[in-house]
C-alpha cells in the first residue's frame, strides 16, 4: 500500500472514531439543588423538538405546581425546556394559546375562555386543577374599606348595596364569587356598581374613597388588610363549598396529535409537582423561596395564604365549570344563548397516560 493511501485511510479511520462520539451539549444551570443532581434524560427520538416551551401564570399563589415543576426540576426531567411566563391574567393569553405562542396555563371558565370555546379556538382543558371533592379554602376575595367597616356603615355583605366595589376583570371566577355572595345577601350585581381598576391600584382606590370594596386575588388582598385599608368580608368557603371551575389548558401545539408525547410528558411534570404540593410541600423552604420569586410574595405573607388541594388524579370539577358557564349567559356576559357542552372545552385523551406513566416513578 503506498504512502499516500495509508494517510487517506489514517485520516478515513479517525473521522470515522470521532463521529461515533457522543457530542457534549450544554445544561442550562438549574434553579435548585434537585434539579442540579438529577438532569433531565435525553428526549427519546419519537418526541417532536419543540424548542422552548412557554407556559403563562398570573403571579398568584395558585400557580404553585408552575412554579415547583420549574424549580424541582420535573419538567427537566421529562426532557422539556420550559419558559414561564409572567401576564397580568389568563384572558391575554387566550389568542396566544390559539396560534401556538403560547402552550399551557390555568385557566378559569371566563367570558373571554367561554366565547373562544365558542368560536372553537384551538385550546382546551386537559385536566382539573383544584380538586373538586376538597372544601373551598378560606381565602378573603372581598373586603370592604377599613372606614367604612370601623364607623358600621358596612358591617355585612347587604351594606353594600349602592357601594361601588372595584375588580380587576369583568366576567372572572372572582365576579362570579361576588355574584354568589351577593345572592345569599338578597343582592344581584345590579346593585353594587363595579369599577375596573388593576389589583395592584385598588389599595390606592380604597384608600382615597375612589371604591367602596374590592374583590381581588390572595396577594393584593393580603396587601390591603396588612396596610390597614380594608377589612374581610367574604371568603370563597362563604360562598362555594368545593370545586375549581376551569382547568389546566393547552394550547394549539400541544393539542396537535404530532406533539402528543410532549403534552404527556408536561402533563406528568405538572401533576408530579400538584401532588408534591399536596404530599407536604407547601412546607418545604425550597417551594417558599420559588412562591417569592414568581410572586414577589413575602414569606410571612405566604405562610399566611390558605393552601390550594390540586386534583391529585386531573379531575376536572364538570359540575362547577358549567355552573360557571351558566353564570356568564345569565348576565349576558358571552357571545351565545345556548350552553356550549363539557366535550367541546375539554380533552381529556393525554390524561391517563400522564396518569399512568407518574403512578410508575
Do not use: H
Amino acid at each position: 500500500m503506498s504512502a499516500l493511501r495509508k494517510i487517506v485511510l489514517l485520516i478515513f479511520m479517525t473521522l470515522l472514531i470521532a463521529a461515533c462520539q457522543p457530542i457534549a451539549t450544554m445544561q442550562p444551570p438549574a434553579q435548585m439543588a434537585d434539579s442540579q443532581a438529577a438532569p433531565a434524560p435525553a428526549a427519546p427520538a419519537s418526541m417532536p423538538d419543540l424548542g422552548t416551551l412557554q407556559v403563562a401564570y398570573v403571579p398568584v399563589i395558585g400557580f404553585a405546581p408552575f412554579f415547583v415543576a420549574a424549580d424541582k426540576g420535573y419538567f427537566a426531567e421529562q426532557g422539556l425546556t420550559v419558559e414561564l411566563l409572567a401576564v397580568r391574567n389568563v384572558d391575554e393569553m387566550l389568542a396566544p394559546l390559539s396560534t401556538g405562542k403560547v402552550d399551557m396555563t390555568m385557566m378559569s371558565v371566563t367570558t373571554g375562555f367561554l366565547n373562544a370555546m365558542n368560536l372553537k379556538m384551538d385550546f382546551r382543558i386537559v385536566s382539573g386543577v383544584g380538586d373538586p371533592t376538597a372544601p373551598a379554602n378560606d381565602a378573603t376575595f372581598l373586603v370592604v374599606s377599613k372606614a367604612l367597616a370601623d364607623s358600621g356603615e358596612v358591617a355585612t355583605v347587604s351594606d353594600l348595596k349602592g357601594r361601588k366595589i372595584a375588580i380587576n376583570l369583568r366576567g372572572s371566577g372572582l365576579e362570579y364569587l361576588l355574584y354568589k355572595g351577593l345572592d345569599q345577601a338578597g343582592l344581584t350585581l345590579n346593585d353594587v356598581e363595579l369599577v375596573t381598576i388593576p389589583g395592584r391600584e385598588m389599595l390606592i382606590a380604597l384608600q382615597n374613597g375612589a371604591v367602596d370594596g374590592a374583590v381581588a386575588g390572595g396577594l393584593n388582598i393580603e396587601q390591603m388588610i396588612g396596610q390597614g385599608v380594608a377589612t374581610p368580608l367574604l371568603a370563597t368557603a362563604d360562598v362555594v363549598a368545593n370545586g375549581d371551575a376551569g382547568g389546566l389548558v393547552f394550547g394549539q401545539r400541544l393539542l396537535d396529535p404530532a406533539n402528543r408525547e410532549v403534552g404527556i410528558r408536561i402533563l406528568t411534570a405538572y401533576l408530579k409537582a400538584a401532588r408534591y404540593l399536596n404530599d407536604g410541600g407547601w412546607a418545604d423552604p425550597e417551594v417558599t423561596a420559588s412562591i417569592q420569586t414568581y410572586t414577589g410574595m413575602e414569606p410571612a405573607l405566604i405562610a399566611q395564604t390558605p393552601v390550594s388541594v390540586y386534583a391529585a388524579d386531573g379531575t376536572v370539577d364538570e359540575v362547577g365549570t358549567l355552573d360557571m358557564q351558566a353564570f356568564q349567559l345569565s348576565q349576558g356576559y358571552v357571545e351565545f344563548t345556548e350552553t356550549i357542552p363539557l366535550a367541546q372545552m375539554v380533552d381529556l385523551s393525554m390524561l391517563s397516560e400522564a396518569l399512568a406513566r407518574l403512578d410508575q416513578e
